[in-house]
């Protein structure tokens, strides 16, 4: 499956894979993304280990990487700067990220809108991946 990939076939099936798990994941169980919350809240332990690997995945991707002509190779480019970034945040202003977990779980009706764009674009990022 990931043998004869270049690194952006590589890396866009390993996001497809997990948006698309993540987004089955919040369809089953929206309640959860409320749950993540408030024991991010709790815990500045989780909020460093899950900023560190957010952190550790995006500079990863960004020196494993190599940036390409075609439109595919920079959006993994993008997806390793938002991985880093989202590390950073954790680290220095957690509240902007669980901000933002809160705005969306407030309700299970967005949660599952967003659940199923999360899923549609894990599929399409598995079909560029496969491509």
Excluded: C
């Excluded at 815990?43 to 002509?69: C, D």
């Amino acid at each position: 499956m990931f043998d004869t990939a270049s690194t952006t076939e590589l890396f866009l099936r390993i996001f497809g894979l997990y948006f698309l798990a993540a987004g089955l994941g919040i369809a089953i169980k929206p309640a959860s993304i409320d749950t993540i919350k408030s024991e991010m809240e709790n815990s500045a332990l989780l909020r460093f280990i899950t900023g560190f690997l957010a952190f550790l995945s995006g500079v990863a991707i960004l020196a494993i990487h190599q940036p390409g002509a075609e439109w595919t190779s920079t959006l993994v480019t993008v997806f390793g700067w938002l991985s880093l970034i989202k590390g950073v945040i954790l680290f220095v202003m957690p509240s902007i990220s669980l901000g933002l977990m809160g705005a969306v779980a407030r309700s299970d009706g967005v949660m599952r809108v967003y659940a199923g764009l999360i899923a549609i674009a894990g599929v399409a990022l598995l079909y560029l991946g496969f491509m």
